[in-house]
Nanobody, 124 residues
Framework: QVQLVESGGGLVQAGGSLRLSCGGSPQTFRDYAITWFRQAPEKEREFVAAISRDGSVNDYSDSVTGRFTISRDNARNTVYLRMDMTKPEDTAVYYC?????????????????WGRGTQVTVSS
């Protein structure tokens, strides 16, 4: 069973950048599709970005396309979310999620494993 730990959250000014990391274990991390979701206060958890287990395919929500970049380094058991041109509406707790699948993980209901989340706050 994979365990996920997010890091890299914090406070950033609007327009600034941040890089989140999702570290996974055990060594079979490379078998898992990884996805970032986020949840703002009093809102439902929503899809942000997804990457396939080999890193060859990815997908983004419309709200972050062109601003966020998802990538992975399977040698380090880590998935990254680079956040550029941040906006106050990006403020949320960001969660890393996983499913052992060759495709993409984009649906909340399909998630098998969750991290505990990392807070991102974008000030205006």
């Amino acid at each position: 069973q994979v365990q996920l730990v997010e890091s890299g959250g914090g406070l950033v000014q609007a327009g600034g950048s941040l890089r989140l990391s999702c570290g996974g274990s055990p060594q079979t991390f490379r078998d898992y599709a990884i996805t970032w979701f986020r949840q703002a206060p009093e809102k439902e958890r929503e899809f942000v970005a997804a990457i396939s287990r080999d890193g060859s395919v990815n997908d983004y929500s419309d709200s972050v396309t062109g601003r966020f970049t998802i990538s992975r380094d399977n040698a380090r058991n880590t998935v990254y979310l680079r956040m550029d041109m941040t906006k106050p509406e990006d403020t949320a707790v960001y969660y890393c999620a996983a499913r052992r699948t060759p495709g993409l993980l984009v649906q909340l209901a399909a998630v098998h494993h969750w991290g505990r989340g990392t807070q991102v706050t974008v000030s205006s």
